[in-house]
């Protein structure tokens, strides 16, 4: 089990460019989960992925963020024409969700973004 | 949708002293992790504790579902247990994620 994988671990960028996340999930892990994070405040959700398929998406999606899980193992997310109100962490989570138990997630390290 | 307030917003502590967190929520839960973030930013898993008492060498942690609130208690506290402590819970309203309070800055000084 090497945990949960996240690159790059830092991204800084200019407004307006596109940028791409990655995140390695615990192997046998069929959920995996993205969260924003901004400064002094706790985590907040933005998608899952329950194998490939994308099962919910917060209203904090914006048309210009795309997630996929292609595979169902590691997934990307884009965000395209960055403004600085993007700059955050960006954490991904993995759990294995199994029928009548709820999960527990696990947190890679997270991906700081930079909007100059 | 649901609430979730944790309290104190900051501590500080000598080291040694021990603390009680305290996280409420507004709704019943299916989930309810605490978290432990370092400063560079990494989320630690604690406890996953929807109800009932867990302990883990200086830490334990207390769910009252019925009531609606979970404690987490840091005893002789290490300069090592700074950082912020996040409660997040799942519930009914939500499929799968988590939704997170605003956490409680330790600070532990030697």
């Known amino acids: 089990d090497t945990g949960v994988s996240q690159n790059p671990r830092h991204k800084i960028t200019k407004r307006g460019q596109n940028v791409t996340f990655r995140c390695d999930p615990i192997?046998?892990?069929?959920?995996l989960y993205w969260y924003r994070q901004t400064l002094g405040q706790g985590p907040e959700f933005l998608t899952y992925?329950?194998?490939?398929?994308?099962?919910?998406k917060s209203r904090l999606l914006s048309d210009r963020f795309s997630a996929e899980r292609p595979k169902g193992s590691f997934s990307t997310l884009e965000i395209q024409r960055t403004e600085q109100g993007d700059s955050a962490m960006y954490l991904c989570?993995?759990?294995?969700?199994?029928?009548?138990?709820?999960?527990?997630?696990?947190f890679g390290p997270g991906t700081r973004l930079t909007v100059l | 949708g649901i609430q979730v307030e944790q309290s104190p917003p900051d501590l500080i502590l000598q080291e040694g002293a021990n603390s009680t967190l305290r996280c409420n929520f507004s709704?019943?839960?299916?989930?309810l992790q605490w978290f432990h973030q370092n400063p560079w930013g990494q989320l630690i898993n604690l406890f996953y504790?929807?109800?009932g008492t867990k302990q883990n060498g200086r830490l334990s942690a207390t769910t009252v579902a019925t009531e609606r609130y979970s404690l987490l208690y840091i005893s002789s506290s290490q300069t090592t247990d700074s950082g912020v402590y996040f409660c997040?819970?799942?519930?009914?309203?939500?499929?799968?994620?988590?939704?997170f309070g605003k956490g409680t800055k330790l600070s532990v000084k030697p």
């Open positions: 709704d019943s839960v299916n989930n």
């Open positions: 192997s046998e892990h069929n959920r």
């Open positions: 989570a993995s759990s294995l969700r199994t029928s009548g138990r709820t999960d527990t997630q696990y």
């Open positions: 997040a819970v799942n519930y009914g309203g939500s499929q799968g994620n988590l939704i």
């Open positions: 992925f329950q194998n490939e398929a994308q099962l919910e």
């Open positions: 504790i929807p109800s």
